[in-house]
């Protein structure tokens, strides 16, 4: 995944020519300059203190408020290539789907951190992630200290609601504004699903291994979540979901009014903020008191 052959050998090259012994692991250049072209990694560059690294992020960067000062170089579709070499980076995270880009930027000698969107222990990936990236640069204890951190809080959030009732939950991520209509679901794989797992919900399309599913009415009927959390980050929002989704009357969530709007756009990014995904839904499931008594 990580370009550690290529960096290994700059190394030794820069070691050789000094007449010093060159290390035995690949160690960060004096001066990192850091590109990302995936938000999740931003994110968690940032999280690890790498911030001051970087000279450039995505089209789609919104978080953290500092990444608005950095320069755009395209994103996953439209890379600019030649925008990127000229900010001369030791460092590039792109998409592992990036096959023309990781190429050109091999073919430059430009070192690249392949990124994999994990559907399965996506949990999991993102402190994984956070300290592979401390590895390549230098920042291995910041890394072990905040991918540390996040695992500690959603253990905590996991023992809070451990033998609590599984409440049936239908995490919608896509919807028509004011219709039933283009309705998509978390599947039983991906960060969504496992932070609602974590949480203490339980997917009512868990048996699906998807991390999405187009869900027809009559399907939603069927599964009869107690509790519809949607997600809604790209605009299109409703004046009440409520509304809409009370078309569905025989739906236990429909009855009860358990039907709860997220617009964060946190909740599209399986970044290092997952610790605020896993605690709202468990505020959203079982109470304000939970979540206070797992702690920060």
Same mark, same amino acid.
């Given at each position: ?9 700059? /190394? ?17 250049? $004096? @001066? ?7 938000? %999740?990694?931003?994110?968690? *560059? ?40 000229? *900010?001369?980076? =030791? ?16 073919? +430059? ?16 990936? /993102?402190?994984? =992630? ?10 291995? %204890? ?27 939950? +239908? ?5 028509? +504004? ?13 960060? #969504?699903?496992?932070?609602?797992? %974590? ?11 998807? @991390?999405?599913?187009? +869900?027809? =009415? ?14 809604? =980050? ?13 078309? #569905? ?9 358990? /039907? ?32 206070? $008594?797992?702690?920060?």
């Amino acid at each position: 995944m990580i370009a550690r052959r290529q960096l290994l050998a700059l /190394i030794l090259a820069a070691a050789a020519a000094c007449g010093r012994p060159a290390p035995s692991e690949p160690a960060a250049p $004096a @001066e990192a300059r850091v590109i990302s072209l995936v938000p %999740a990694a931003t994110e968690m *560059l940032f999280a690890i203190g790498a911030g001051a690294d970087m000279v450039a992020v995505s089209s789609f960067d919104r978080y953290p408020p500092e990444v608005e000062r950095l320069p755009r170089v395209g994103a996953l579709i439209d890379p600019d290539f030649e925008r990127i070499l000229s *900010l001369r980076p =030791t460092l590039v995270v792109v998409y592992a789907s990036q096959d023309e880009l990781i190429a050109r930027l091999g073919a +430059a000698s430009v070192p690249v951190y392949q990124y994999v969107h994990a559907a399965e222990g996506a949990l999991a990936h /993102i402190p994984r =992630t956070m300290r592979e990236l401390g590895q390549l640069l230098g920042r291995e %204890a910041a890394a072990e200290e905040a991918a540390g951190a996040i695992e500690g809080a959603i253990e905590r959030i996991r023992q809070q609601v451990a033998g609590r009732e599984r409440v049936r939950t +239908a995490v919608v991520f896509g919807r028509e +504004a004011g219709a039933l209509r283009g309705i998509w679901v978390a599947g039983g794989v991906g960060f #969504l699903h496992e932070a609602l797992e %974590a949480a203490g919900g339980g997917n009512v399309f868990a048996d699906i291994r998807r @991390e999405g599913l187009q +869900a027809s =009415t009559e399907l939603m009927l069927a599964r009869a979540p107690d509790v519809i959390i949607e997600i809604r =980050t790209s605009g299109g929002v409703d004046a009440s979901p409520l509304e809409a989704w009370g078309r #569905l009357a025989a739906i236990p969530a429909t009855r009860t009014g358990r /039907i709860y709007e997220l617009t964060d756009p946190l909740f599209s990014i399986p970044g290092p903020r997952i610790v605020e995904i896993v605690r709202t839904f468990a505020r959203v499931l079982h109470g304000d008191e939970v979540v206070a $008594a797992a702690g920060p």
